[in-house]
């Protein structure tokens, strides 16, 4: 059975892109690696239990500057930025946050990014990992409006935990302690250009800090950690333990191009009765007309040993030994005591209490179909 001290590791190599922070993970005992946004994502430092606790418990400093922005501006930059994505954005203020959907011309999801409207036509789009900035330069290519599409020298990172709050009083004025969840400010730090958000893949209280000088990563890393230290603050990878009980979707492994929101239940960010077009729209109406054949449910796995992540990309579903879907995602939570995880299922198996059979590598485990998100549904937490 292979372990996570068995897999294999990710080479360093100059095609690869680093971080403003990656000397800093270095430095601070990053264990492992993986690659998003063609650039180096570390992934945990003690071990993911490990750093899920000082997550929960604490605050933790983590590397996304692999979120790498894509910025929407020029005249027609409101218009063209309707256009990629399916929310409509009249409903968002400047200073505000969206999560929203980019979808293609059948709906498929090409990526689930966090918005920030910086200016009446001035957009950051914060990526999941899929290749938007090419998307959005080819569509504006034929849009026919005047926009700039490029990706700006800007680089997050995410300070998250019960105890972000007293770090980011440490950092800065009470005005960022005054943000509504997924608002935002531009402002400094000693000098450094920053955009602070209420925002972060965890759901936990936390803030994301957008430095606009990749020159002055290792600055601001070390900045957060000296205000962090009396409150106990680690640096950690993602924590697929915490974003999963939160029923936080992964790009890649949960969403893909071939599902659209409807199936994997983000539908509430389509809006259809905007005036606007977007692309993708027409595909939407009539997949919402029509319904969905398949659904991503959440799942309670009842495993005799625990399972291992599979180097597959997922493991059959079936009921009554028919296949009926596949597995998405799954792991192992403390607080709950349990294996929770994600699968995409038809329609017709999708109900609360479905009993399923995972075949795993290890061989099979049952399972039965529960309601997510497994925890804090109406994210009290974070909004907190």
């Known amino acids: 059975m292979m372990t996570n001290d068995d897999a294999p590791r990710v080479m360093f190599n100059s095609r690869i892109r680093r971080s403003p922070y990656f000397a800093a993970t270095r430095r601070y005992g990053a264990k492992a690696y993986s690659t998003y946004n063609h650039m180096f994502l570390p992934t945990y430092y003690e071990d993911p239990v490990a750093d899920y606790w000082k997550l929960i418990n604490d605050v933790a400093l983590w590397d996304v500057g692999v979120e790498r922005q894509v910025e929407i501006t020029g005249p027609d930059a409101f218009a063209f930025t309707n256009l990629l994505t399916s929310r409509d954005l009249t409903q968002c203020a400047v200073g505000q946050c969206k999560y929203v959907v980019i979808t293609a011309e059948d709906g498929g999801i090409i990526n689930d990014p966090v918005l920030l409207r910086l200016g009446e036509n001035h957009f950051w789009l914060s990526l999941s990992d899929s290749d938007v900035l090419l998307w959005a330069k080819g569509l504006a290519v034929h ?154 449910v959440g799942v309670e796995i009842h495993d005799t040993q625990p399972l291992v992540p599979n180097e597959e990309p997922s493991w059959p579903v079936s009921r009554d030994g028919k296949r009926i879907g596949n597995l998405r995602s799954f792991v192992y939570s403390p607080r709950l005591e349990k294996t929770i995880g994600y699968a995409m299922v038809s329609i017709e198996h999708a109900n609360l209490g479905t009993q399923l059979t995972i075949e795993s590598s290890d061989g099979e485990a049952e399972a039965i179909v529960i309601k997510k998100p497994f925890m804090d549904p109406k994210k009290d937490v974070p909004k907190s």
Do not use: C
């Open 143 to 296: 849009a026919g409006m005047d926009v700039q599409v490029r990706e700006p020298d800007v680089s997050p990172v995410q300070v998250q935990g019960p105890k972000s709050k007293q770090v980011m009083q440490a950092l800065f004025d009470d005005r960022v302690l005054e943000l509504a969840y997924y608002e935002f400010v531009e402002t400094e730090l000693n000098g450094m250009p920053v955009v602070v958000a209420r925002t972060g893949w965890t759901a936990e209280v936390g803030y994301e800090i957008y430095l606009r000088d990749g020159g002055r990563g290792d600055e601001l890393w070390e900045t957060v950690m000296a205000a962090g230290k009396p409150y106990n603050i680690a640096p950690t990878g993602p924590s697929h333990i915490r974003r999963m009980e939160a029923g936080i979707l992964n790009y890649g492994n949960d969403i893909t191009l071939e599902d659209n929101p409807y199936q994997v239940g983000l539908g509430w960010l389509v809006d259809l009765d905007q005036e606007a077009d977007f692309v993708g729209k027409a595909a939407l109406q009539r997949i919402k007309a029509e319904g969905v054949t398949r659904n991503l």
